[in-house]
């Protein structure tokens, strides 16, 4: 719940401030909403209703999605430090 808020404070700072967003941004923000919600659904499906049968979905989600977002956050903060050096 707490990255869903984050991602809310956050959106409101880029539109308060009029700042600009890249596709990769809006990625790294998507990948943290899904996430969110995927903890949501298993605490639902845990704690309320007591059945579990999300259990295997939501662990290889969450280590698919850590699996794609993390070797992305790298590469884009390897490009932009090219980048850097090139100039």
Do not use: C
């Not at 869903?4 to 941004?25: D, E, G, N, P, R």
């Not at 295997?56 to 980048?83: C, D, S, T």
């Amino acid at each position: 719940m707490f990255n869903a808020f984050s991602l809310w404070i956050l959106l409101l700072l880029h539109q308060l401030l009029k700042a600009s967003t890249s596709v990769f941004t809006r990625l790294v923000s998507a990948s943290f909403f899904v996430l969110t919600l995927l903890q949501i659904a298993g605490f639902l499906d845990r704690a309320i209703f007591e059945t579990k049968a999300l259990d295997e979905f939501y662990r290889f989600m969450i280590i698919g999605i850590n699996f794609a977002i993390v070797p992305a956050v790298v590469a884009e903060l390897w490009k932009h430090r090219q980048q850097e050096g090139a100039v």
